[in-house]
Structure formats: structure tokens, C-alpha cells
């Protein structure tokens, strides 16, 4: 299995909160990915990076903004959490020479905000 | 914009029997990547298969196979010899060559019975 560890798990929080998502990486890949699992409208793609401090937008990336200070770790935050965020994130990665469209994904973090 | 298809929401197939998910996507370009990708109950998601858009061979791995129809725009996913482990949310995905985006489908739930 790839080494991508998703933090937290599960998180339950109240609408106007700040939430930090956490996504670490032992494979050193530079393309990193931020997705939100819905039912009805399958994976949509937040943000994405593609090396340290290099970040673009995705789809679905209103009320979202990313971080990546380290090859390893690419955080999601929502700075003001809204029942609409409520969610399943699931953290990818991708291929150490470039983008080839196979993804490892993490575990996902279940975000339920109330 | 690229939007790719999946009319089925679920479907069901008793093991050891075949079935086949569709999808359908919609561009105007020729360079591209298709995948299937699967997400067990536990909820990692993992590549089933990779189609290169200018290949005319259809991509197969071991009971996996797909039928990829360019000038339709339908590339199918057919699972042979049904197993109950091939109980998952199926997804389609595309992604133009030289981009870093993956654009999925809605899934297509299988349940394999015995």
C-alpha cells in the first residue's frame, strides 16, 4: 500500500469553525490531491499541488484553501466549516515523475458538520 | 467542460457470472486517459485498469477488461468470473494527456451475490 495517511479519521464539528485536514506522504510524490466524496456526484477534485508551495484550484474548491510547506504533507482547511462541507475527503497522490492518472488514495476523513 | 458518465447507480451480478458497467464521456479532444477505479466497503480506492485514448487494443487485467468504443465515446468495464471481493463502487475517470486532473463519474455500486 502506498504510505498516505489521512488526519483525522472522523471529525465532527459545528458550521463556523475552522477544520485542518491533514494528508502525509512517505512516498515522496510530487502531485498531491484533495477530493470530496458525495453521493450522487462522485469524487470532485478541491485542490491540488503539484510541489511545495505549488497549488492550484479544482472544481469544487470555494471555501477551501490548501497549504504545502513539505514534500509530504498537504493540508486541506476550511476556515469557516458549513453544513454543505459535510463530507467524505479523501487525500491522492501521484506519480513521483509527473502525473500519469493512477492516484493512491488514502482512507478518506469522514467531516460531519452540524 | 469534460463530464463523464455513469447511468447505472447499481448494479448486481451472481458470482462466478460476468457483468459489464458503462460509461460515457464527452470531449472534443483525442489525447487522453481513461481508468477504472474501485472502492471496496473499507473505502480505499484502487486503479482497476488504464486505457490510453490513442491505443485500439482494449486493456485488460485478468478478469477485467474494457471495451473502449473512441468514436462513441463508451468505455465500458466488463468483470469476468464474478467474485464476492469485486463487491465495490465502481468509478470511471478521464484525464487529457499532459494535465494532472482526474475527472470522475458518479460510481456505479456493485454487489456480487453468491
Known amino acids: 500500500d502506498a504510505g498516505i495517511t489521512q488526519s483525522p479519521r472522523h471529525k465532527v464539528t459545528e458550521t463556523g469553525t475552522p477544520v485542518t485536514l491533514r494528508c502525509h506522504q512517505t512516498?515522496?510524490?510530487?502531485?498531491m490531491y484533495w477530493y470530496r466524496q458525495d453521493p450522487g456526484h462522485g469524487l470532485r477534485l478541491i485542490h491540488y499541488s503539484y510541489g511545495v508551495k505549488d497549488t492550484d484550484k479544482g472544481e469544487v474548491s470555494d471555501g477551501y484553501s490548501v497549504s504545502r510547506s513539505k514534500t509530504e504533507d498537504f493540508l486541506l482547511t476550511l476556515e469557516s466549516a458549513t453544513s454543505s462541507q459535510t463530507s467524505v475527503y479523501f487525500c491522492?497522490?501521484?506519480?513521483?515523475?509527473?502525473?500519469?492518472?493512477?492516484?493512491?488514495f488514502g482512507e478518506g476523513s469522514r467531516l460531519t458538520v452540524l | 467542460a469534460q463530464t463523464v458518465t455513469q447511468s447505472q447507480p447499481e448494479m448486481s451480478v451472481q458470482e462466478a457470472e460476468t457483468v459489464t458497467l458503462s460509461c460515457t464521456y464527452d470531449?472534443?479532444?483525442?489525447?487522453?486517459?481513461l481508468f477504472w477505479y474501485k472502492q471496496p466497503p473499507s473505502r480505499q480506492m484502487i486503479l482497476v485498469i488504464r486505457q490510453e485514448a490513442y491505443k485500439q487494443q482494449n486493456a485488460t487485467e485478468n478478469r477485467f477488461s474494457v471495451n473502449f468504443q473512441k468514436a462513441a465515446k463508451s468505455f465500458s468495464l466488463k468483470i469476468s468470473d464474478s467474485q464476492l471481493g469485486d463487491t465495490a463502487m465502481y468509478f470511471c475517470?478521464?484525464?487529457?494527456?499532459?494535465?494532472?486532473?482526474?475527472?470522475f463519474g458518479t460510481g456505479t455500486r456493485l454487489q456480487v451475490f453468491p
Open positions: 512516498e515522496n510524490h510530487r502531485y
Open positions: 470531449t472534443s479532444e483525442n489525447n487522453y486517459y
Open positions: 491522492a497522490i501521484s506519480g513521483s515523475s509527473g502525473p500519469t492518472g493512477e492516484l493512491f
Open positions: 475517470a478521464f484525464m487529457f494527456v499532459g494535465t494532472d486532473k482526474l475527472i
